[in-house]
């Protein structure tokens, strides 16, 4: 019994030592949590209000949400200025010219 408690404590003496080995050696180890560092570490190059001023403009544009109810954001929020039946006609002179197929065996 004395001698599997033995092996025990040196087994896992073992793993405990090349568990820290082998996080000293990790280049993205910074921490006790392991958690990696900033990517930017220079800091910024742009001021608070400059990014402020940034995102009215983008939400002003409708680049940017302004709550969740916003996403996703509308592709098109303008109606067509095409009827019906000019996109008929145009899709039948596609077919009539060759540009539309209709099948895998057209291509």
Do not use: C, W
Request: cysteine-free; hydrophobic content about 40%; proline content about 5%.
């Amino acid at each position: 019994m004395h001698t599997f408690r033995t092996t025990a404590f040196i087994l896992s003496s073992i793993l405990v030592v090349s568990t820290q080995t082998a996080r000293a050696e990790d280049p993205f180890f910074t921490s006790e949590s392991g958690y990696p560092p900033a990517a930017n570490t220079q800091g910024s190059t742009v001021t608070r209000a400059q990014v402020k001023a940034e995102l009215a403009k983008a939400r002003a544009a409708g680049l940017i949400g302004n709550s969740e109810s916003d996403y996703p954001p509308a592709v098109n929020t303008q109606g067509s200025t095409v009827t019906r039946a000019q996109v008929k006609a145009e899709l039948a002179k596609a077919r009539a010219a060759g540009l539309i197929t209709t099948s895998e065996s057209d291509v």
